[in-house]
Structure formats: structure tokens, C-alpha cells
């Protein structure tokens, strides 16, 4: 059961939401010089970006670093990164502080090594019905890759509050759906450090 279901993800589920995202995701890093990919699992979704952004230069850090990556990654302990302040103009959090009990801790260490922006892709819920959702939907995805799932998913005020104690300004939100039949409700963030 656990290889058909990891067949269907790698074969139909992650291509189209690569193809999705990396539309939405590309004019937001357009510009960078260097951009961090924090969490970046095997990069395959960093990779599409960057074939749209070719002046710009991505590295990827996660604390699990899968056997195929297609950018380079370096494995962290989940803690400080091992970068300078300031180092990157923009740290990416695709579909990763969901995965994280310190989500705090993480913005931090991420607004330490961006100069310019932090892009933030994840998810928000309203109501008991769209957390089941957003859970089931994390667990299919991810349980068997190994990663974390605390499901430390945030309502939109939960979110904001964060921005606002660490100083970070709102420069584009954008709340979406896949599709008009979707219950999995995403939303991306473009702040300013
Ligand atoms: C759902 S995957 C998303 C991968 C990739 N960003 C993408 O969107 O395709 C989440 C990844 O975040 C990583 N992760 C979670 N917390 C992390 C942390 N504090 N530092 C680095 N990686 C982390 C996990 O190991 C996992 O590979």
C-alpha cells in the first residue's frame, strides 16, 4: 500500500503542484541574487523555479535530505543555519513551518540570513473541518518521506501576529485554492526583513 501511494505521489501529485507552484512562486525571487530554499526536501520544486529565474542562485538546507536532490542541499540539525547574517536576499518556507513546533524560532533564523525578503508558502485553516483536511492531506504527502508532522498548521491571525513580533511587513498575500472543488486552503506570504 505504502509504495502505490509513494508511486502516485511522485508520479501525478507532485509534478502538478510543482507546475502550480512554481508559476505562483518565480515572480516573487525574480531579481534575488541568492535565494535560500529552507527545507527544500529534494529541491525538485527549486529547480523548476530556477529554470525561470536563471540569474538567480538557490542552495537548499533541511534537516532530512533525500537520496535524488536536483540543487544542492546541506543537511542542518533544524537549528542555526549555517549562513551568515544576511547572506541571501530572500529565504523561501515552502510547505515546511507546518512541520516545525517553533515556527517563531525558525522566522528568526530565516529573517538572520535574508537581507531582503522571507517567502513563505503554507497553509491556514478557519474551522475543526479545514484542519482534518489540511492533516489527512499532510499525512499523504509526507509520512512516508520521513518527514515530521506535528501539524502545527496556523489561522491567519495566528500568522500575522507572528510577522508583527518579529518586525516583518506584509508586502503580498495572497489566499488561494487549487481549484474551485479544493478544501485544502494555501496561502503564500512575501515579507520584507
Ligand atoms: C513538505 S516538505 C516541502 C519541501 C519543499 N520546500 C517543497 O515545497 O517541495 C517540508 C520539508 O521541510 C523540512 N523541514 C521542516 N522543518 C525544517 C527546519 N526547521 N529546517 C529545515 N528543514 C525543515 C522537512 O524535512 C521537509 O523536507
Not at 535565494?35 to 529534494?42: F, I, M, Q, R
Request: glycine letters at 6%; proline letters at 3%; a positive charge.
Amino acid at each position: 500500500m505504502g509504495s502505490i501511494l509513494k508511486y502516485i505521489d511522485l508520479k501525478f501529485v507532485f509534478p502538478a503542484r510543482i507546475k502550480r507552484l512554481k508559476n505562483k512562486l518565480f515572480p516573487h525571487v525574480k531579481g534575488c541574487k541568492n535565494v535560500l530554499d529552507l527545507g527544500s526536501s529534494d529541491g525538485r520544486l527549486t529547480k523548476a523555479i530556477s529554470e525561470e529565474v536563471k540569474d538567480t542562485k538557490f542552495i537548499g538546507v533541511d534537516v532530512v535530505v533525500q537520496p535524488e536532490t536536483f540543487i544542492p542541499i546541506e543537511k542542518y540539525d533544524g537549528g542555526r543555519i549555517p549562513f551568515k547574517k544576511n547572506y541571501f536576499d530572500c529565504v523561501m518556507l515552502i510547505d515546511v513551518l507546518h512541520h516545525d513546533e517553533e515556527i517563531d524560532e525558525v522566522i528568526k533564523e530565516a529573517k538572520r540570513v535574508s537581507k531582503k525578503y522571507i517567502l513563505i508558502k503554507d497553509h491556514y485553516w478557519s474551522n475543526w473541518f479545514d484542519f482534518k483536511i489540511l492533516q489527512m492531506a499532510d499525512y499523504i504527502g509526507n509520512k512516508l518521506f520521513g518527514v515530521r508532522l506535528p501539524y502545527n498548521f496556523l489561522r491567519m491571525e495566528q500568522w500575522k501576529k507572528i510577522f508583527k513580533s518579529n518586525k516583518l511587513k506584509i508586502l503580498d498575500e495572497e489566499k488561494y485554492r487549487d481549484g474551485a472543488f479544493s478544501l485544502i486552503k494555501h496561502v503564500i506570504f512575501k515579507l520584507e526583513v
